[in-house]
């Protein structure tokens, strides 16, 4: 998501991390001699926190990376997960740690640019406590629906709501889940319960039995259902077709104008974490994510890998606060 697909401009609210990358980059980094500082650079085990349970999408990449990174930097990755609050207390917990390099904290879309502007208990400001060092994976989402329903695409399903007032609900689980469907009730005059869950098994669970109609996750998550025909795919809610799934449609495909939803891991650091130290991260990162394994890995769960120095990784975090700050705004937040 960018704020060109939005038709938004940049505001205060994430100027620092582009003003961040501004000076950083004035100040040489990603340049031999910056990285050369950190020569020392680990010399023990990096802990990476991922603020969701194992076996998610943020877990599954997190590990997938850090096997990379440990062949490359020379010392272990310890993914530790801290769940809690929808991503707050592993993100609180990251951004408190030591500034060493020696602790890093995996955001996503709902932890960095959701969570501060829609929960309470998010009582950090990213673009003033982390420092974004570099994409670890771009993740589609798609819309399915339980296979009873009958229908096979967006417009189906939205004649199917109005032939059946009340009779459609939705499983939700997460903060960009529950944003997707208001935003597309909101584009299309879609109505649907919302049903919460504690997380993506039991939602699932829930839609394949036919007990829930919809819901709308990330493409690595639902190619497993999709592919045992447990659910029917009916559009892909970002900009484009996914390869995996070439028959599905956009919601552009489907009429839907200024409606984007997808998601993102990216790697964090404290703020005070030196300059030398997130260029080491961010070139390792880049480094590790072409490597034939990830490479091959991140085929098989259709996870895109963007190549963003610092800079532009801190570009496109400012990007997404922008798009998502305006889309809560718009629909209003979920607490």
Do not use: C
């Amino acid at each position: 998501m960018n704020t060109t697909e939005h038709g938004l401009r940049p505001s205060g609210r994430s100027s620092a991390w582009r003003l961040g990358a501004a000076a950083i980059v004035a100040a040489g980094l990603g340049l031999s001699p910056a990285i050369t500082l950190a020569q020392d650079y680990p010399d023990r085990p990096i802990t990476a926190i991922v603020p969701f349970g194992a076996g998610g999408g943020a877990d599954t990449q997190t590990r997938i990376w850090g096997e990379a990174m440990a062949d490359l930097t020379g010392q272990r990755i310890i993914v530790e997960n801290v769940p809690g609050s929808a991503g707050v207390a592993g993100t609180k917990q990251g951004i408190n740690a030591q500034p060493d390099g020696y602790t890093v904290v995996m955001g996503a879309a709902s932890t960095i640019a959701i969570n501060p502007v829609s929960n309470p208990a998010a009582d950090y400001y990213p673009p003033r406590d982390l420092r974004p060092v570099a994409v670890i994976g771009y993740t589609p989402y798609v819309m399915v629906v339980a296979n009873n329903l009958g229908v096979k695409t967006l417009p189906e399903l939205i004649a199917y709501g109005e032939a059946n007032e009340g009779a459609l609900t939705y499983a939700g689980w997460t903060a960009v889940g529950e944003y997707a469907r208001r935003g597309l009730e909101l584009r299309t005059g879609l109505s649907m319960t919302p049903v919460p869950y504690p997380g993506a098994t039991e939602a699932m669970t829930d839609v394949i039995a036919g007990r829930v109609s919809a819901s709308i996750l990330d493409i690595s998550s639902a190619l497993p259902f999709i592919r045992s025909g447990s659910v029917t795919p009916i559009v892909m809610t970002g900009p484009d077709r996914s390869p995996a799934l070439p028959d599905v449609g956009t919601v552009v495909d489907a009429g839907v104008e200024n409606y984007v939803i997808d998601s993102w891991i990216a790697l964090f650091v404290p703020r005070e974490t030196p300059d030398d130290i997130v260029a080491y991260l961010n070139e390792k990162t880049r480094e590790a994510l072409k490597t034939q394994p990830v490479v091959d890995r991140y085929s098989e769960l259709e996870i895109e890998m963007r190549d963003y120095d610092v800079d532009q990784t801190a570009a496109f975090m400012a990007s997404q606060i922008d798009a998502w700050a305006s889309l809560i705004q718009e629909t209003g937040p979920t607490q």
